[in-house]
């Protein structure tokens, strides 16, 4: 469902991604990463959800779900329900949304029984060794207080990244890590790959951009000029 490397766009709540504007940068990320033969996915908001993925085909995923299954779960968000609109799978965990170890683990395997895959979020790489363990799809490595920042982790705190590689690897070969917070440039992106990412999340860099093309545009140039 997911090839690397990969690009993941998280929408967040902006509102430069809400509603047809989130339609309108998904069809960006899409039409720029068929362009250069990259990667690339979407992590929308639930209502947005249905109307993204029956618009573009690049991969899209939900935010958060939780573990819960169908019946009375009232407030609660239903892994069915969003395979049913269209996502492939789930970000879990992010430093926006952080969950109990327990409540990730169960879903973790909730969303695996479907056949959906798992983006799991980490702050550090002590986190991110122990979520490995838990067999997810893949472990996003995002020190908190650099997302939204402007200063990369793959700049700022290279080691954070090549050292979460090597541990998660160590402890589970087939989960794929990604890095995001602070990622600004294509520099940043292809930087994080070269200390052995397998790809990007990120979100304001792209979204609250001015020209959403040219920032999507500047990232998958960076990643594909680092693997080639």
């Known amino acids: 469902m997911l090839n690397f490397p990969l690009l993941i766009v998280n929408?967040?709540?902006?509102?430069?991604?809400?509603?047809?504007?989130?339609?309108?940068?998904?069809?960006?990320?899409?039409?720029?990463?068929?362009?250069?033969?990259?990667?690339?996915?979407?992590?929308?908001?639930p209502f947005d959800l249905r109307w993204v993925a029956k618009t573009v085909d690049i991969p899209v995923l939900a935010q958060h779900l939780d573990p819960v299954t169908p019946g009375s779960h009232t407030g609660w968000l239903l892994p069915e329900a969003a395979k049913e609109a269209g996502a492939i799978g789930s970000l879990l965990n992010h430093s926006e949304r952080t969950l109990p170890f327990e409540q990730v683990q169960a879903t973790v395997k909730r969303i695996r029984e479907l056949g959906m895959v798992s983006v799991v979020c980490a702050r550090d790489v002590e986190?991110?060794?122990?979520?490995?363990?838990?067999?997810?799809?893949?472990?996003?490595?995002?020190?908190?207080?650099?997302?939204?920042?402007?200063?990369?982790?793959?700049?700022?705190?290279?080691?954070?990244?090549?050292?979460?590689?090597?541990?998660?690897?160590?402890?589970?070969?087939?989960?794929?890590v990604l890095c995001g917070a602070g990622i600004s440039s294509g520099e940043d992106a292809g930087l994080a790959l070269k200390l052995g990412a397998e790809g990007v999340l990120l979100a304001s860099y792209v979204v609250c951009a001015k020209d959403q093309r040219a920032a999507v545009e500047d990232i998958i140039t960076g990643m594909h000029f680092s693997k080639g």
């Open 11 to 45: 929408f967040k709540t902006y509102s430069q991604a809400t509603g047809e504007a989130a339609v309108k940068l998904s069809r960006i990320v899409e039409e720029v990463a068929r362009k250069h033969g990259a990667n690339a996915a979407v992590a929308v908001q």
């Open 127 to 176: 986190t991110a060794v122990k979520l490995a363990s838990l067999d997810p799809d893949v472990v996003a490595v995002e020190p908190p207080e650099l997302i939204g920042s402007g200063m990369a982790v793959s700049k700022v705190k290279p080691e954070v990244v090549s050292n979460s590689v090597k541990k998660i690897k160590e402890t589970n070969p087939r989960v794929r």
